[in-house]
């Protein structure tokens, strides 16, 4: 085992997203740091990032009813509105970085795809108007459309009308001015402009141990599987951005503020197909309403992806087990990630989410055909013999203690650091990907507090909104969607 006496400021775990973001944020802020990210495969974005194992909505909100939950007959649209300003945050920096010629070529990773949301059955229809009445008058979902007419939607999204009764109740809301996001290519492109930066990367490298020695520094004990050698690096801030395998690496850190979490993996399959013919019939991303117990993240749609310039149409999830926390992870992982203090908030939440446990166990029992025919509820004239199921990236569902009730299920993503800002890491799942650029700032600012004040022109620089409420003003949400719109080239 060799060991280097140099010490990086900053040691980024994980080939994702959430890393390539940070990278380039660092950079930004601090053009002098030194910077190395390891990826344990030796590819980038294979995991979570990658196109095939995500529905790459860019998600902002437009379409996905679990933003937007009823309780008690009221409908909170509160969520809904926090993604969407997320979202643009992200948008600003992705056009920032066009503009300034650190990404070329904005069509490889994003492109224009309306957004829709589709119901059926009059409780459904009465709950997105109910919702789009809501929704209308913010100004960040003022280009929104609602229709029970099906002439309308058939004029939307044809696919999804042909073959259907003539007289079920059917509604629809679109946001022509969706998008698809490949963030796998993006992961890829901003990992290559923080290499021409000075940042290192280190493929087929896995992070096997790690603590903190006594001046504060991190000490990680990585092995390079191509080359099969061990070494020890060093750096000031680790920052864990692995997707599900972020919880083992943070456990093996040991600090206090990681203790109570745990994580309960779901796997899942998408139809797919990339028949030109089918394709063709159908452009646009199109949630509809989650199944009784069913977690966010199963919510089915049938979206159009553009992945290396080609179209294709996936539809799901639905819902599997494997106790991998990642696609290409261990069997173990499950069982090895089980402490003394993360038992007791997970046994509290499988008592608490029963209903989950219930549609876990209905969706692995579900035949091919039973499944196939939740894509002909959204798209009658489907035939099984265009469509093949793939497998999708692992989603690692967070569990944390609770006071009152032991243990809950956390939805959404969460940052979770150790007091002194030297370590973090990012768990969690859905929105995700889609508002890296906030969270990652939101990071930022829980572990650099002194140098973040100092920071926050720069990031102005790149987010002209930042620090303030895109949605309360109109003119500044018009001028943001013209300017991001004209940088990403999503006007075509």
Known sequence: MTDSKKIYDAVLVGGGIMSATLASLLHRLEPTWSILLVEKEAELATESSNPWNNAGTGHSALCELNYTPEKNGKIDV?????????????????????????????????????????VRGAENVDFLRRRYELL??????????????PAKIFEWAPALMVGRAEDEQVAATRVAGGTDVDFGALTRALVANAEKQGAEVRLSTRVEALRQQSNGVWQLRIND????????????????????????????????????????????????????????????????????????????????????????????PYAGFSPKYLKKGSYLDLFTSLRFHNIIPMLAVANDEFSLVTYLLSQLTASKKKKFKELKDFM????????????????????????????????????????DGTIAG??????????????????????????????????????????????????????????????LGLNR
């Open 225 to 316: 599987r191509a080359e099969n050698k061990k070494q020890v690096v060093r750096g000031r801030f680790v920052f864990v951005g692995a997707g599900g395998g972020a919880l083992p690496i943070l456990q093996k850190a040991g600090f206090k503020e990681i203790r109570g979490f745990g994580g309960f993996p779901i796997s899942g399959q998408f139809y797919r197909t990339d028949n030109p013919e089918v394709v063709a019939k159908h452009l646009a991303k199109v949630y509809g309403k989650a199944s009784v117990g069913a977690p966010p993240m199963s919510v089915p749609h049938l979206d159009t992806r553009v992945v290396d310039g080609k179209p294709a149409l996936m539809f799901g």
């Open 380 to 419: 009658p004239e489907a035939e099984m013999k265009d469509w093949r199921l793939i497998t999708a990236g692992q989603r690692v569902q967070v569990m944390k203690k609770d006071a009152k009730r032991g243990g809950v299920l956390q939805m959404g993503t969460e940052v979770v650091s150790k007091a």
């Open 426 to 487: 990012l768990l969690g799942a859905s929105p995700g990907a889609s508002v890296a650029v906030p969270v990652m700032i939101d990071l930022l600012n829980k572990c650099f507090q002194e140098q973040f004040t100092a920071w926050e022109p720069k990031i102005r620089e790149a987010i002209p909104s930042f620090g303030t409420s895109v949605n309360a003003d109109p003119e500044l949400t018009k001028q943001i969607e013209e300017r991001t719109n004209k940088a």
């Open 78 to 118: 509160s969520k809904a509105i926090k993604i969407n300003e997320q979202f643009q945050i992200s948008r600003q920096y992705w056009a920032t970085l066009v503009e300034n010629g650190e990404l070329s070529n904005p069509s490889s990773f994003i492109n224009p795809v309306p957004h829709m949301t589709f």
């Open 136 to 149: 209308k008058d913010e100004p960040l979902f003022a280009d929104m459309e609602f229709t029970t007419e």
